[in-house]
């Protein structure tokens, strides 16, 4: 196997594992006293963690001088939206018991939901676009739809300080945004 294959399996794989060991540990009772919450959050931060390994594949191609590295961009992106996806079902499920209209309410009570909501929207056609035939069929339009990551990111972050704001702990929003800072700056210096 060459050894991009081997990478993207293995990436593949790690990408797996944190859902793989929420999905056992919560089928064995061992998601501690609230097994919601800590869905939500697992799922949540794998979300945003992917996200930000997605933003670094770029500077980490040029550095490596590594082309194919951009076809991780597409695999890391829809694990992403996997994550998003479970974290949305799972909060329509454990805080609204499987009403949609109890989460637009809410969607409009709370303003982190409301962002995190907006992001998950964001997320969406991304997801639908990440295929050859609609780079091919979009194309600079295409370029220019995926720039809406950026603003998936920010509003990312904009939901977790809002989120830990009752909480008054936000060691880990600051050090999220701090590696946002670090991959956007990097994304634009140094550009041969
Ligand atoms: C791109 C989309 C999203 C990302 C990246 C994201 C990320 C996160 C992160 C990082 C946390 C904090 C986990 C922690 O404090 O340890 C969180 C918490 C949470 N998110 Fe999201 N989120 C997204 C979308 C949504 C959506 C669409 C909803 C619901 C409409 C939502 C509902 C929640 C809730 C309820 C929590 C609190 C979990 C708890 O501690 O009980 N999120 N999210």
Redo the contacts with the bound molecule.
């Keep these: 196997m060459s050894s991009f294959r081997t990478t993207r399996l293995l990436i593949w794989l790690l990408c797996a594992v944190p859902m793989a060991d929420l999905l056992v540990r919560a089928f064995t009772h061992q998601l501690g006293a609230n097994p ?2 800590a869905i ?2 697992a ?3 794998w ?2 963690t992917i ?1 930000l390994v997605t933003l670094g594949v770029t500077p980490l191609r040029r550095l490596l001088n590594w082309p194919e590295l951009v076809l991780l961009r597409r695999m890391l992106g829809l694990w ?1 939206f996997a ?2 996806v479970v ?2 079902l799972s ?2 499920a454990f ?1 609204h018991e499987f009403v949609w209209a109890e ?1 637009l309410r ?2 409009i009570k709370r303003p ?2 409301t962002v ?2 907006i ?2 929207g ?2 969406v056609p991304l997801a639908i676009t990440s295929n050859q035939s609609a780079i091919r069929r979009l194309g600079m339009a295409w370029k220019r739809l995926h720039r809406l990551v950026y603003a ?1 990111v920010l ?2 972050l904009v ?2 300080f809002l ?2 704001t009752g ?1 008054s702990n936000f060691t ?2 600051l050090i ?1 945004t701090a590696v946002t800072g670090l991959l956007l700056g990097l994304r634009i210096y140094p550009r041969k």
Excluded: S
């Design positions: 919601q919450e939500l959050r799922t949540g931060l979300c945003l996200l992403t994550y998003a974290h949305l909060f329509w805080e989460v809410d969607a982190f939901v995190g909501l992001a998950f964001l997320l998936v509003l990312a939901h977790f989120h830990r909480k880990d929003p999220a």
